[in-house]
């Protein structure tokens, strides 16, 4: 029982600090720009196909450091091009437009490198278990994994909260003009947080590829789960998105590695259905078969006991 919980703990991290990998991009984009981007779930799927291409001939260190690049300059363009023009018609347009940005780049993900898997691998480096516990090995990568997450959380707090830059983006987005008036380029600032933004969903692409495979449908795997992560942490609130994150990791690891289900329940409470009962399929349900929809039941109940999330300050 220890040995499944302790795993359970580590994998429900693993998977939960990917998830804020990729939420913190979408909460920043929201709390600098109010803009909800449908996207940005095919942004990192962007980062994994590119980062695929680019291990291929220089390995994965080079995809891991270059694809996120290439998908933020991405996401700048798609600000600068199409995100500015329809922003003054407010944010039923945004929404559209991004929405049909995303049917745009599975498309062209599709037409460039196909509808099958991809044989996207971690690297050599890491290919060895960072510990063994009870007999179990848990993999070098997974604990790569953790810390790359850790640190992008730190240093986005920092710079959001602590540095002069911060200040700045954040003036940015309640008084535009008085931060003109100041001599910064607000239409330069938008787009560079949209870069950023964009930059770390294809960071969170680069290393979710190896572990949750490259494939065309690796986006709407991920992409409703982010958009739950963002509003039950609060929307633009970066601290609530690692809560957040975290908590939906821990809850589907724990679900999964557990045999518990409806009917220890209905044993426990002396409670007993007949066969031809109407509801005997749903009381013979297991938690591992009900895991993937934990996370929006949780949001259902987050939504109606705090509605402005768990840190979140706007109201939805």
Not at 189 to 204: K, N, R, Y
Not at 287 to 312: C, D, H, K, N, S
């Amino acid at each position: 029982m220890l040995e499944v919980f302790i795993f359970a703990t580590l994998n429900g991290l693993v998977t939960g600090l990917l998830l804020f990998m990729l939420a913190s991009g979408l909460t920043l984009i929201f709390s600098m720009m109010g803009v909800l981007n449908f996207a940005h779930a095919s942004f990192y799927m962007l980062g994994a196909y590119f980062a695929y291409s680019i291990s291929l001939h220089f390995g994965f260190w080079t995809g891991l450091i270059f694809a996120p690049i290439i998908v933020g300059v991405l996401g700048a363009l798609v600000e600068r091009y199409g995100l500015r023009r329809v922003h003054q018609h407010g944010h039923v347009a945004e929404l559209v437009f991004t929405f049909g940005l995303a049917f745009l780049i599975e498309e062209a993900v599709q037409f460039f490198w196909g509808a099958d898997t991809k044989n996207y691998q971690s690297p050599d480096l890491l290919d060895f278990p960072l510990f063994t516990l009870f007999g179990q090995e848990f993999p070098a990568y997974r604990g790569f994994m953790i810390g790359i997450s850790i640190t992008i959380f730190i240093s986005l707090y920092y710079v959001l909260t602590k540095s002069r830059i911060g200040i700045i983006i954040q003036a940015a987005l309640t008084h535009p003009h008085t931060v003109s008036n100041l001599g910064h380029n607000v239409p330069l600032i938008f787009m560079g947080v949209f870069g950023v933004g964009t930059a770390l969903a294809g960071v969170a692409g680069v290393m979710a590829g190896p572990v949750l495979t490259t494939f065309p449908g690796m986006a709407v795997v991920l992409g409703s789960i982010v958009f739950v992560i963002v509003v039950i942490g609060g929307l633009g609130s970066l601290a609530g998105a690692f809560i957040a994150s975290i908590l939906i990791g821990l809850l589907q690891s724990y679900a999964i590695a557990s045999d518990v289900g409806m009917p220890d329940l209905l044993n426990l409470l002396g409670i007993e259905f007949s066969r031809d009962h109407p509801f005997t399929d749903l009381w013979t349900l297991t938690l591992p078969q009900i895991a993937p929809i934990l996370p929006f039941l949780l949001l259902v109940l987050v939504l109606i006991f705090r509605p402005t999330g768990l840190m979140g300050k706007r109201e939805q």
